[in-house]
């Protein structure tokens, strides 16, 4: 069965980095686009940013670019969120996503806490 779970999240102070993962495991991870949802404390979910099944292109929000960046390997399914200059507007729960045989399949999340 499709799974997705993520790792790399935890507690950071305003200006710090992180670099989020996501291993997927159940599909051929290699033919699907990847993306990154997160969700703030009685807010709605968000997308952050997809890529495409080979890297080859790459999508933000508009609240993620310049200090977003998503890649993925694919020799260890794998696709990660790395993101910099943190702010305490980051506080949420990050999600990795796949699309595929008309559903949405989610990990549990990691939860990206921005304090100091």
């Known amino acids: 069965q499709v799974q997705l779970v993520e790792s790399g999240g935890g507690l950071v102070q305003p200006g710090g980095s992180l670099r989020l993962s996501c291993a997927a495991s159940?599909?051929?991870?290699?033919?699907?686009?990847m993306s990154w949802y997160r969700q703030a404390l009685g807010k709605e979910r968000e997308l952050v940013a997809t890529?495409?099944?080979?890297?080859?292109?790459?999508n933000y929000a508009d609240s993620a670019k310049g200090r977003f960046t998503i890649s993925r390997d694919n020799s260890i399914n794998t696709v990660y969120l790395q993101i910099n200059s943190l702010k305490p507007e980051d506080t949420a729960v990050y999600y990795c996503?796949?699309?595929?045989?008309?559903?949405?399949?989610w990990g549990k999340g990691t939860l990206v806490t921005v304090s100091s």
């Open positions: 159940g599909f051929t991870f290699s033919s699907y686009a």
């Open positions: 996503n796949v699309g595929l045989r008309g559903m949405d399949f």
């Open positions: 890529i495409g099944k080979t890297g080859g292109w790459t």
